[in-house]
């Protein structure tokens, strides 16, 4: 579930009355797309419209509405520049309504970033899956020995827990465009792994911990197994973004967490590029979410 949908539901169940912002329109350099929302309650906040003076002024809105028992919608349309006197250069419109029961249940469901497959629990599997758990990520967490996870009730959602003997298996379950990262606890079943996967030839992301001479080793394997070249090229290893130094779990967690959010990110404009005819008229630079809106402001 998206994190600040799951904290929304925990407002409303808790009686606390909030109004939802949103990001309606987004034009040039703003700092938040359309669609993206916040909570905003006399106490609290949840999620960002962007920061900075522009989400002071939501904020302010938002708790004015609050105070006078406003329901809206609103609508506040604020050019970054000239009126809040931020360098971004764009604007922004933001809508603004009391945030109830039909809000939640009308609550956009957002397709998580990218779906993994993480083999291995142990403590570098553990700071990923924990790294991962803000990010709106699916995982299948997978691992033979039951006893490396944490309890059910520990598990952030979106992770499902897999305890199986014959892990590598779970590789022909998987849809086209998983994720892979195998970081298991022997080296055997980390080649048995790669080789499952390597075949396939549909993966998003395959990564496998290790060093260049661990890479080295299991390419010449590959080749003896008679993978083509073009297909062992889809294999990271050693995993994570280059130049961060360091092997405590957490600090290679974070970064296999920002390696995995560009190959998603790049996924993703692939796809659209895809989608684009080469004849499509151009665009303009501002994203667009329909929203009811009673009253329009200019700031």
Avoid at 140 to 150: L, N, V
Avoid at 246 to 272: D, M, T
């Amino acid at each position: 579930m998206d994190p600040l949908r799951r904290t929304a539901t925990q407002w409303l169940a808790g009686g606390e009355p909030a109004v939802l912002v949103e990001v309606t329109r987004a034009l040039g350099s703003a700092p938040r797309e359309a669609g993206t929302r916040m909570l905003v309650s006399a106490a609290r906040c949840a999620g960002t419209v962007g920061g900075g003076h522009l989400e002071l002024k939501a904020i302010e809105q938002a708790r004015q509405m609050l105070a006078a028992g406003s329901t809206g919608p609103l609508s506040v349309h604020y050019p970054l520049g000239p009126a809040l006197g931020q360098c971004c250069g764009g604007a922004v419109t933001l809508g603004f309504a009391a945030f109830d029961a039909a809000a939640l249940a009308a609550w956009p469901q957002r397709a998580p970033r990218l779906h993994l497959q993480l083999y291995g629990a142990g403590h570098v599997g553990r700071a990923i899956v924990m790294a991962l758990a803000p990010l709106n990520v699916r995982i299948d967490w997978i691992d033979e020995r039951d006893a490396e996870f944490p309890p059910d009730d520990e598990l952030p959602e979106g992770v499902r827990k897999v305890c199986v003997d014959a892990v590598e298996a779970e590789v022909d379950e998987a849809p086209p465009g998983t994720f892979y990262l195998v970081l298991t606890h022997r080296h055997d079943l980390d080649l048995r792994l790669a080789l499952a996967i390597l075949k396939r030839g549909d993966a998003g992301f395959f990564g496998l911990i290790g060093s260049k001479t661990k890479r080295a080793r299991f390419i010449r394997r590959f080749e003896t197994y008679g993978l083509p070249p073009a297909a062992i090229a889809r294999m990271t290893c050693p995993i994570g973004v280059p130049g961060i130094a360091g092997k405590e779990p957490e600090v290679i967690a974070a970064s296999v967490a920002a390696q995995l959010l560009q190959a998603s990110s790049a996924a993703a404009r692939g796809h659209r590029s895809a989608e684009v005819p080469a004849d499509a008229p151009a665009q303009d630079e501002a994203t667009t979410r329909s929203a009811p809106t009673s009253c329009t402001l200019t700031v």
